[in-house]
């Protein structure tokens, strides 16, 4: 991470870092949903945000 990048990070507040945190998961989440509509075109919207949310359960780092 550049100095900067870092510098500006530990500047904000614990609020801000969560609303970034929580716009990039959805954001995952939303990419994901448009990959497997796009894979699996006959599948519900039901269907396809059941997969994500198994997805997101059991992910692993």
């Given at each position: 991470m550049h100095p900067e990048q870092r510098r500006i990070f530990r500047s904000l507040t614990?609020?801000?870092?969560?609303?970034?945190?929580?716009?990039?998961?959805?954001?995952a989440r939303d990419t994901k949903?448009?990959?497997?509509r796009m894979q699996n075109?006959?599948?519900?919207?039901?269907k396809i945000q059941t997969k994500v949310r198994?997805?997101?359960?059991?992910?692993?780092t």
């Amino acid at each position: 991470m550049h100095p900067e990048q870092r510098r500006i990070f530990r500047s904000l507040t614990p609020e801000k870092k969560l609303k970034i945190a929580l716009r990039l998961y959805y954001s995952a989440r939303d990419t994901k949903a448009a990959g497997l509509r796009m894979q699996n075109p006959d599948w519900t919207e039901e269907k396809i945000q059941t997969k994500v949310r198994e997805i997101f359960l059991y992910a692993r780092t």
